[in-house]
């Protein structure tokens, strides 16, 4: 199947960090994305990672993935109101380069 | 990274009417998709937009309802025909380039186009 699964909700403090979880099922995709969807507006391409890798940190974004079990993780340190929004992850067919997104997580953040 | 311009960017259409979005990119590139957003929902693939032939639907969208033009590397068009109420969601234009795999392949999306169908 071509399922992506995320959490539909997370709710964190301001100043805490936020992990948004993902399963995939496709184990030959090469690239796995984060997108960030804020209201009324498109997709902003957040970072990715290619499948060979375990992690990758971008600032306040770290990427964890665990390919053994199909695992992916965004870790949001230090969380803002700014970051109050609608996290995609997607991942990326071999050959084709269709991207299959999850469910997205909406992500609220509180004072 | 790639800069994707679409039009329109909101609507309101009549019931049974047909609308055609625009996607201009500002550098040719290989890859260009069309997606749809419905309300609440994640973001389903409508069609991979080939230059110079005919576009490569996925199942459950078919040519008729949603004929899709790339007459070139930085143009497309989407146009959703006969709406109805089900229709009304967001439409995206998606593009990536092959060239840029070894940077990750990355994907960039338009503002999209947001119908509201009545």
């Known amino acids: 199947g071509e399922d992506v699964e995320q959490s539909l909700f997370l709710s964190v403090r301001e100043g805490d960090s936020s992990v948004i979880n993902c399963t995939y099922t496709?184990?030959?995709?090469?690239?796995l994305y984060w997108y960030k969807q804020e209201p009324g507006a498109g997709l902003q391409l957040l970072t990715y990672?290619?499948?060979?890798?375990d992690m990758k940190q971008d600032q306040r974004l770290t990427v964890l993935l665990n390919k053994k079990d199909k695992h992916l993780s965004l870790r949001i340190a230090d969380t803002q109101t700014g970051d109050s929004a609608i996290y995609f992850c997607?991942?990326?067919?071999?050959?084709?380069?269709?991207?299959?997104f999850g469910t997205g997580t909406r992500l609220q953040v509180f004072p | 990274s790639a800069v994707i311009s679409q039009k329109p960017s909101r609507d309101i259409c009549q019931r049974g009417t047909s609308l055609t979005i625009q996607c201009q990119v500002d550098?040719?590139?290989?890859?260009m998709f069309w997606y749809r957003q419905q309300p609440g929902q994640s973001l389903t693939l409508i069609a991979t937009?080939?230059?110079?032939?005919?576009?490569?639907?996925e199942s459950g969208f078919v040519i008729d309802k949603f004929p899709i033009s790339r007459p070139n590397l930085t143009f497309s068009t989407l146009t959703v025909s006969n709406m109805s109420p089900e229709d009304s969601s967001i439409y995206l234009c998606?593009?990536?380039?092959?060239?840029?795999?070894?940077?990750?392949?990355?994907?960039?999306f338009g503002e999209g186009s947001w119908l509201t169908v009545v």
């Open positions: 990672i290619f499948s060979n890798m």
């Open positions: 937009a080939n230059q110079g032939s005919e576009a490569t639907y």
């Open positions: 550098s040719q590139v290989t890859m």
């Open positions: 997607a991942e990326i067919k071999y050959v084709t380069d269709k991207l299959i």
């Open positions: 998606s593009v990536g380039d092959r060239a840029m795999q070894n940077s990750g392949n990355t994907i960039y």
């Open positions: 496709d184990s030959s995709s090469t690239y």
